[in-house]
């Protein structure tokens, strides 16, 4: 659910019912008895709250990491392929022509694989086709015309298939399920403890029942925006593959 766009959107109510809960528990405590749980329960509530923000910043720090990867693989893949097109005035005037139109395509491809909301098996099969095919046409060049300039052009050819596997690799990183479950698990007992101290004191405190729990949930969505680069609100930007695919014409 979490390594979903807008999958913490789920999870807020049940956080504004864990303060209810809290509260209504807390109410019902006799004033004798509150008073002495209000210490307890005020060292309990700022320790979990504390940890429970150590626990998002930290999550928040890994999302933001693996999108910061990514945009600098769009952009270092970019670079490659545009080194690659102009090395192939390398190649002999056939092998040159077809490599040409083929990396052309390969960009147009690239960037609906990486850019569409889902994958698409048709796309990635033709990916590899075209690999393939430029690979032939390499082969061919330098049986013709060996030389240690076309060594080059081999060099920069399979860096750009290789930054297109890290691309693609990078793509699926996400926050572990395991630092999900205890971030869950975190803020269930913060929230409960808000309320429940709220309870002891008789009152609703509406930024720590209400207000707490939405910003939790606000920085959970933040975080699994982050981490799902071709959906949500925040997407890896292709702007750099755009260009190129632009100056290609």
């Not at 690999?131 to 082969?139: I, V």
């Not at 930007?237 to 100056?247: C, I, P, Q, T």
Request: glycine share 8%; aromatic share 10%; hydrophobic share 45%.
């Amino acid at each position: 659910m979490f390594n979903q766009p807008f999958g913490p959107l789920f999870f807020g109510p049940f956080l504004l019912a864990m303060a209810e809960l809290g509260f209504r528990m807390g109410i019902r405590v006799p004033p004798k008895d509150g008073k002495a749980l209000q210490t307890d329960i005020s060292g309990y509530q700022a320790a979990v709250l504390g940890l429970l923000a150590l626990l998002l910043g930290f999550t928040f720090s890994m999302a933001l990491n693996h999108y910061d990867i990514r945009r600098g693989l769009v952009i270092e893949e970019a670079n490659s392929i545009g080194t690659t097109y102009l090395r192939t005035s390398f190649l002999p005037s056939g092998p040159r022509d077809l490599s040409r139109s083929l990396i052309r395509e390969y960009v147009d491809l690239r960037l609906q694989d990486e850019s569409s909301r889902k994958e698409s098996g048709d796309i990635r099969n033709r990916i590899a086709v075209i690999e393939r095919e430029l690979w032939k046409q390499a082969e061919i060049s330098v049986t013709a015309t060996p030389s240690p300039i076309m060594a080059t052009y081999i060099n920069s050819l399979n860096e750009t298939f290789d930054q297109a596997s890290t691309q693609v690799a990078s793509s699926r990183y996400r926050v572990p399920c395991a630092l999900w479950m205890i971030l869950i698990i975190v803020s269930v007992f913060g929230i409960w403890a808000a309320g429940f101290s709220a309870g002891l004191n008789g009152r609703r405190a509406l930024f720590l029942t209400v207000g707490l729990p939405i910003l939790i949930t606000l920085v959970m969505l933040l975080i699994t925006d982050m981490s799902t680069p071709s959906s949500g609100l925040i997407r890896t930007d292709y702007s750099s593959m755009s260009d190129l695919k632009e100056s290609l014409k």
